[in-house]
């Protein structure tokens, strides 16, 4: 009895752990009944039945990276470049995955390869360089297409590396060296033009600072000029008010009388010869008659001076 206990409580272990099912998070496991395709199990606890139902296929559900091996491209101007990528995909249909294709991981890549050869054979090579995205975009939209019957999605494809040969390699470095050395060309006259700009600013700068301040100081002379002149006149004024108000004193007529004389006498002291020729006043004796007629002005000036209104 105790054999046949312990066969019964085997038998039932057996079939408890073929019965039961546990499905971690983020898989799929495809169940078959009698080599039929039966259903999906989803994560945590199911129960299938012992020795009919077989777990036949178990996918994840993560996002799955996928070296794809490099391999060697024409561009459309013969030129060959080793191409190395990777993709993302996903499965999304368990079943599909299962007897969509025989083998989905080794599909996808193929047909990522054999893509990228196309789309890189329609581009020059320096367009290749420039279009990575495009590229990529391609890859992608390539793959989902032909991988809806494979239960997959493709969700990107990135290019790791694009190397061409050795020869173009060298060219392309001497293209970046001479391009460079352009633009310090360029960038050296741009700072030598903005210098002669700076310099000629400057001097226009200054030669209108030194125009307003000859301006300025023109403009005081004047002024000063102006003041002097306007002092001398009221002194010559004021001197000539005094020697009115003098004459009209006793004696003044006397006084100015003596001082025509006086200047009279000076200026012809101080005649100037020109040449051999002596300049002189034709009536040069009669020097009464011309202080008297100096001082007839004199007194016409002095009277009507003081001719009462």
């Known amino acids: 009895m105790d054999v046949v206990a312990l066969v019964i409580l085997i ?26 395709f039966h259903a999906v199990l989803v994560p945590g606890l199911n129960l299938v039945i012992p020795f009919i139902d077989n777990v036949a296929y178990k996918h994840s559900l ?67 360089f420039e279009e990575r995205e495009e590229i990529n975009r391609g890859v992608v939209m390539a793959l989902n297409e032909a991988s809806t019957n494979w239960g997959v999605k493709v969700l990107r494809y990135e290019i790791k590396d694009l190397t ?8 392309m470095q001497r293209q970046i060296t001479a391009e460079r050395e352009k633009r310090a060309l360029i960038a050296s006259s741009e700072g030598r033009m903005q210098e002669q700009i700076n310099l000629a600013t400057g001097e226009r700068e ?14 005081n002379r004047a002024l000063g000029e ?4 306007k002092a001398i006149a009221v002194a010559n004024a004021e001197a000539i008010a005094r020697v009115a108000i003098a004459i ?9 009388n003596l001082k025509v004389a006086e200047k009279y006498v000076e200026a012809f002291s101080g005649i100037a010869k020109t040449g051999n020729t002596l300049i002189v006043p034709s009536n040069m004796a009669d020097l009464s ?12 000036q002095g009277g009507a001076g003081t001719e009462p209104a």
Request: net charge neutral; glycine share 6%.
């Open 11 to 36: 038998v039932i272990a057996i079939v408890v752990a073929k019965g039961v099912r546990v499905v971690p998070q983020q898989n799929a496991w495809v169940v078959e009944r009698l080599g039929k």
């Open 62 to 128: 993560k996002e799955i990276p996928l070296d794809v091996p490099s391999q060697v491209c024409i561009t459309r101007d013969n030129t060959q470049l080793a191409v190395d990528g990777i993709l993302y995909f996903q499965v999304t249909d368990p079943k599909m995955a299962s007897y969509g294709s025989s083998d989905y991981i080794s599909a996808i890549s193929q047909l990522a390869q054999t893509t990228l050869r196309s789309l890189i054979g329609r581009m020059e090579m320096d367009r290749t």
């Open 164 to 171: 061409p040969p050795k020869d173009i390699l060298l060219a």
């Open 206 to 219: 200054a030669a209108i600072q030194q125009s307003e301040g000859e301006k300025q100081a023109a403009i």
């Open 226 to 229: 102006a003041e002097a002149i």
């Open 248 to 256: 009209e004193k006793p004696g003044g007529v006397q006084a100015v």
């Open 289 to 300: 008659s011309l202080i008297a007629g100096a001082m007839s002005v004199v007194k016409a």
